[in-house]
């Protein structure tokens, strides 16, 4: 990707519309070899966004979905326990008496499961690849410590076999919704770019190419409704997921317009705690929808 232009062009040939300032940030990304940090509230697009740049580089797709207690062995690697106890009963059942060649067979490749971080640091013939780092705010300060070292060498240790080295640094994205703060000293090793709600020409944009036989009336109410709930005071607002996730409900039941009844049989495609769907549903959702006609109809 030469440019930013191109850059937009190539997401957009995988259904990913972005603004400049993202496409940006993401191609100084990939000219400059840093990682890409990128920052938001739930369903703005940040998975995807790595998804679509592996797809538009042709490169693999390497995801490590972060949870609470992760740590460097399972981001890593494994030994497969099970398999070695197999070899040595092999072994003693064959009476192999040389116990120093058995203990390197053991630790050997044959035996080892590779995790994300190990994966990425392998040769590929299609080019290095991209590396998810998903959700890195679930987990804690020493895998984040770990990490510094892990993204700044782009290489791993195996106490048994030795440093593995990446002989082309991976394309690195993290991603956090913002739980609680990542490190300055993890951030300061990256790009980072702030992931928003869409404006409502861009989230149309992005509806019509995720869900382009939506009729654009019935994309402009969708569209319309969710920004007005997003405006609400919700325990989860939704994201851009979520209005996909309800236009392709909404194709699916064969709807092509807006109704207090339709929302209300629906809304557990855009809300997601029982809370925000009592307080919307009924007469609420009929305020916000009465609005959004009002605010679409002609002049």
Request: proline content about 5%; glycine content about 4%; overall charge negative.
């Amino acid at each position: 990707m030469k440019s930013i232009d191109a850059v937009q062009e190539a997401l957009a040939d995988q259904a990913y519309v972005c603004g400049r300032a993202l496409a940006t940030v993401v191609f100084l990304s990939l000219r400059l070899g840093r990682p890409l940090f990128l920052e938001g509230e739930a369903g703005t697009g940040k998975t995807e966004i790595a998804k679509a740049i592996a797809a538009a580089l042709g490169r693999r797709l390497i995801r490590l979905q972060c949870y609470e207690g992760l740590d460097a062995a399972a981001a890593v690697y494994e030994w497969n326990f099970a398999a070695q106890m197999v070899a040595i009963r092999a072994a003693e059942a064959q009476g192999s008496a040389d116990k120093d060649l058995l203990q390197n067979s053991l630790f050997s490749g044959d035996f080892l499961i590779e995790r994300p971080l190990l994966q990425a640091m392998r040769p590929d013939p299609a080019g290095a690849p991209v590396l998810l780092i998903d959700e890195i705010d679930r987990t804690d300060e020493p895998f984040e410590a770990f990490l510094l070292e892990a993204l700044s060498d782009f290489q791993v240790t195996i106490p048994e076999l030795g440093t593995i080295a990446a002989p082309e640094p991976p394309i690195v994205i993290l991603t956090s919704n913002r739980t609680r703060e990542v490190h300055d000293a993890l951030k300061r090793r990256c790009l980072y770019h702030w992931v928003d709600y869409p404006d409502f020409d861009r989230e149309i944009e992005i509806l019509q190419a995720r869900a382009p036989e939506a009729a654009e009336t019935l994309s402009r109410e969708i569209v319309a409704f969710v920004q007005k709930l997003r405006t609400e005071d919700l325990f989860k607002r939704p994201g851009v997921a979520e209005t996909i996730d309800w236009a392709k409900c909404l194709l699916a039941l064969d709807v092509i317009d807006l109704s207090p009844q339709v929302i209300s049989d629906t809304l557990g495609a855009i809300l997601k705690y029982q809370d925000d769907i009592a307080r919307i549903d009924g007469s609420e959702a009929k305020r916000l929808l009465d609005e959004v006609k009002a605010e679409l109809a002609p002049a």
